[in-house]
């Protein structure tokens, strides 16, 4: 499975971004999709998941109720909508993908990365 992160960028606090992961070698909707992120001098951290089935999804705390994770199957892309966007959600964002029987909610688990888009948010 190989994943292309983009739609990263500098955007002010309350804002929004649509960040994309587009997937090739593998249907979005078999495998288990998720994105992460790290800010500068902090360590790898899961934001958001959606499962092959039953598009059940996940949340960290820190981003529910701002973020949404869908999938659009036809484009064989996963999607993260970031609303109400604050400083400290700036990092770079990472799409990961995991089987349908792996652990996709935290670091260890995906067995496929994208290479990063960074997000930004202004004070």
């Known amino acids: 499975v190989q994943l292309q992160a983009s739609g990263g960028g500098l955007v002010q606090a309350g804002g929004s971004l649509r960040l994309s992961c587009a997937a090739s070698?593998?249907?979005?909707?078999?495998?288990?999709m998720a994105w992460f992120r790290q800010a500068p001098g902090k360590e790898r951290e899961f934001v958001a998941a959606?499962?092959?089935?039953?598009?059940?999804?996940y949340y960290a705390d820190s981003v529910k109720g701002r973020f949404i994770i869908f999938r659009d199957n036809a484009k064989n892309t996963v999607y993260l909508q970031m609303n109400s966007l604050k400083p400290e959600d700036t990092a770079i964002y990472y799409c990961?993908?995991?089987?349908?029987?792996?652990?996709?909610?935290?670091?260890?688990?995906?067995?496929?990365w994208g290479q990063g888009t960074l997000v930004t948010v202004s004070s």
């Open positions: 959606i499962r092959w089935i039953v598009w059940d999804t």
């Open positions: 990961a993908a995991a089987s349908q029987t792996g652990t996709i909610r935290t670091p260890a688990g995906p067995e496929y």
């Open positions: 070698g593998r249907a979005v909707s078999s495998i288990n």
